[in-house]
């Protein structure tokens, strides 16, 4: 009996792991990175207590500054990652500009409408490495935040590993 079920047991999981790459290639190519499942930096910091931010400056949105931001440590004076967003009156993004900061510089977070052009203006600060990956958008985020935790995202390795562990047991059941 166990015989004459092989061959569908087989053929079940073959479609199976057709299906996984077929859905995990859709998952590699979407255009929505994982910001959050940033990886610190292995290059030796320049000094005790450096960091490094999102840096860019004036790019047309979020996406675009946190994918192609120069992976530079910060300098000596600064403490935070600041950032600065401006937008339509419709809330569409204007231009993102992300870079080390004083404290001094961080003193202007909040969210501003320039009288002049009718775009508002949204800053916020944040401590810590690589923290300032999303944008202000109102008075709720464009805050100053001390943030001290490390980013991992176990729930991808665990994908990647289930990934592998479906492989290896058709291949040795083929």
Same mark, same amino acid.
């Given at each position: 009996?166990?015989?004459?079920?092989?061959?569908?047991?087989?053929?079940?999981?073959?479609?199976?792991?057709?299906?996984?790459?077929?859905?995990?290639?859709?998952?590699?190519?979407?255009?929505?990175?994982?910001?959050?499942?940033?990886?610190?930096?292995?290059?030796?910091?320049?000094?005790?207590?450096?960091?490094?931010?999102?840096?860019?400056?004036?790019?047309?949105?979020?996406?675009? %500054?946190?994918?192609?931001? #120069?992976?530079?440590? *910060?300098?000596?004076?600064?403490?935070?990652?600041? +950032?600065?967003?401006? &937008?339509?009156?419709?809330?569409?993004?204007?231009?993102?500009?992300?870079?080390?900061?004083?404290?001094?510089?961080?003193?202007?977070?909040?969210?501003?409408?320039?009288?002049?052009?009718?775009?508002?203006? %949204?800053?916020?600060?944040? #401590?810590?490495?690589? *923290?300032?990956?999303?944008?202000?958008?109102?008075? +709720?985020?464009?805050? &100053?935040?001390?943030?001290?935790?490390?980013?991992?995202?176990?729930?991808?390795?665990?994908?990647?590993?289930?990934?592998?562990?479906?492989?290896?047991?058709?291949?040795?059941?083929?």
């Amino acid at each position: 009996m166990w015989s004459s079920s092989m061959p569908l047991l087989c053929h079940m999981l073959a479609v199976a792991l057709i299906q996984i790459f077929i859905i995990s290639g859709h998952w590699i190519l979407a255009k929505n990175i994982n910001f959050y499942n940033v990886r610190l930096p292995v290059d030796p910091s320049p000094f005790p207590s450096s960091f490094k931010c999102f840096t860019c400056d004036n790019v047309v949105d979020n996406y675009n %500054c946190n994918r192609w931001a #120069e992976d530079k440590w *910060c300098p000596r004076n600064t403490q935070y990652c600041l +950032t600065v967003h401006h &937008f339509t009156s419709h809330g569409m993004s204007a231009s993102v500009t992300k870079k080390c900061a004083t404290k001094e510089e961080c003193h202007f977070v909040g969210c501003r409408r320039h009288r002049e052009t009718g775009h508002m203006e %949204c800053v916020s600060c944040c #401590e810590g490495m690589i *923290c300032n990956i999303d944008l202000p958008t109102n008075h +709720t985020n464009a805050i &100053f935040a001390v943030v001290h935790a490390q980013r991992t995202s176990s729930s991808s390795r665990k994908a990647v590993s289930m990934l592998l562990l479906v492989s290896v047991i058709t291949v040795y059941l083929l």
